[in-house]
């Protein structure tokens, strides 16, 4: 090979993270992590192409005693190092529950990904009322008590065989009836 050999392009990998917060987080606390994670990328040589904020939504399990969180959806171009990076940080960070990294695409040109400005614009939602925090432990235990509904009546034919006047109720051996 020849010293005035031309180098080839240096190409790059897309990535796309999740990351939980907190459902109680503030609109300021969701912006700060967001533009963190936009620092992040910037400092090591990345693009990000799309930033949205899914809003709050139910989690599959109990983490760190919360059932709801805030998602939010990054999307991005750079080397193994950024992914690192961005981790690192919103490890750091109080609100933010869970995250997951997962690679997209290999061999990415860095030069041909275009960027949206309004792609990479952060919408933070509101903060969740008391009513949303708070889920009676009854209902999260299944111990809450069935809605009441009415019995059927019972009365006394001639014959001296009981009837029961609601449609559908079979009477019980023991005198009772289930319906």
Known sequence: M????????????????????RPDVTRESQERIAGRVGEAVTRESGKLTTLENWGRRQLAYTVKKFRRGVYVYVRYVGGGPLVSEIERNLRMLDDVLKYQTVQVATDIDMET?????????FEAVEPATEAELEEPIERLLGLEQPVERERPQRSDSEDGEE???????????NGGELS
């Open 163 to 173: 009837d029961f006047e609601a449609e559908g109720a079979v009477p019980d051996l």
């Open 2 to 21: 020849t010293a005035t050999a031309v180098a080839a392009p240096k190409r790059h990998r897309e990535y796309e993270t999740i990351y939980v917060l």
């Open 113 to 121: 990904v275009e960027v949206k400005p309004e792609n990479v614009a």
